[in-house]
């Protein structure tokens, strides 16, 4: 792997005296900054509670301000990871390093003494998307412009690096919200990367995923392997959170009842006359298609994100027409759920 190779792994018991002095040799200090202890202590006024703005299984964010040449302060989110997260912080700057894309989080540097671990980020001031969905501050056109964000983004780690990149635990919580409500991916602890073009199977390791299951899809975790489409069915999973506003487990019967009814039944209210029915026929057949059971019946990111777009547009050429713009939907739409017996 990458860093394995620059010698960027967590230390042994049997790692020879010389090997701290070895850890980040120049490639990596090139392309990302080595924020010192201090600097980040003093940041985050040692790493004071009070400025704890979420946590992990293997880490703690906290917001801090950076002071750098006497300029005044700028905000940054500091990740810092426990004792049980070196591989995630690892695999985080591996990945962060390679990573050019307004969707994508951007990774400022890192911190790495003795202990601690520590990544620090731009900060993303509007917080995740989760918090913004049970706060039911969304209209429905900004929802659908963070899903063609989130859409961008994932297309871009599927293709756009020089290796495929799979996010592996897509969620509303790993979608963070900037100061202009632009979304960006984030968590990506847990991501793999596949091979130069078309991305096959993969092993992750399901433990260090279990905290995002819910997003995932239900037969790679019978089968432990993953390629770009399992993201394709995380990513249906949150169009649905993000249009009913509620968190849907499939793993259990009762959900997977509940998606028999019609989605258009469980639309959050907040947004459901907003809808225009041209605008949602693009929007829930991209979302069916995301959700298929067979892998290879799901669509691209590519084509998601171009079905959305069109799904937008819609609405707005509909918003244009009705200067009221309240709409309802006759159609009644049940997402065909086709999971195996043995999965359950
Ligand atoms: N760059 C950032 N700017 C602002 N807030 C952030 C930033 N990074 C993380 N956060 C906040 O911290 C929370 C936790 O971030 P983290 O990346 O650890 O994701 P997580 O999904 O909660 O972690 P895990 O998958 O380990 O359970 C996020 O949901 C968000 O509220």
Redesign the pocket.
């Known amino acids: 792997m990458f860093l394995s190779c620059l010698g960027m792994c967590c230390p042994k018991p049997t790692t020879n005296t010389n090997s701290s002095t070895r850890q980040f040799p120049t490639v990596i200090e090139e392309l990302c900054h080595q924020f010192s202890l201090a600097d980040l202590k003093k940041a985050t006024n040692n790493f004071d509670l009070n400025r704890v703005?979420?946590?992990?299984?293997?880490?703690e964010?906290y917001k801090g301000y950076l002071q750098h040449n006497g300029a005044s302060a700028y905000t940054v989110?500091i990740?810092r990871f426990n004792d049980q997260g070196c591989e995630a912080f690892n695999k985080e700057i591996e990945l962060l390093c390679q990573l050019r894309h307004p969707r994508c989080?951007s990774l400022l540097g890192f911190c790495s003494y003795e202990k601690e671990k520590i990544l620090v980020?731009?900060?993303?001031f509007n917080?995740?998307l989760d918090?913004h969905l049970q706060d039911a501050e969304l209209s429905w056109k900004k929802r659908l412009e963070i899903c063609i964000g989130v859409a961008s983004g994932l297309h871009y780690l599927h293709t756009g690096a020089k290796r495929s990149i799979f996010h592996c635990?897509l969620g509303p919580?790993?979608i963070?919200l900037d100061d202009h409500m632009e979304p960006k991916l984030?968590?990506f602890?847990v991501s793999v990367q596949g091979s130069r073009f078309k991305s096959k199977q993969k092993q992750i390791n399901v433990e260090h995923a279990i905290?995002?299951w819910i997003y995932l899809a239900t037969e790679y975790i019978m089968d432990v392997t993953i390629t770009d489409k399992w993201d394709v069915f995380s990513f249906g999973l949150v169009l649905l959170v993000v249009v009913c506003r509620r968190t849907y487990y499939l793993l259990t019967l009762t959900e997977k009842e509940l998606l028999e009814n019609p989605v258009e039944e469980k639309i959050d209210p907040i947004i459901k006359g907003k809808i225009a029915p041209d605008c949602w026929q693009v929007f829930v057949d991209v979302m069916a298609n995301c959700l298929k059971y067979e892998p290879d019946e799901r669509p691209t990111m590519g084509e998601v994100e171009v079905q959305l777009q069109l799904a937008l547009s819609m609405q707005e050429q509909a918003d244009i027409t009705n200067s009221n713009c309240d709409y309802t939907l006759l159609s009644k739409t049940t997402i065909p759920m086709e999971v195996k017996q043995n999965v359950m």
């Not at 703005?53 to 880490?59: E, N, R, V």
């Open positions: 703005i979420g946590s992990g299984i293997f880490s964010v989110a990740k989080v980020y731009e900060y993303m917080g995740s918090k635990v919580s790993k963070l984030a968590g602890c905290g995002s």
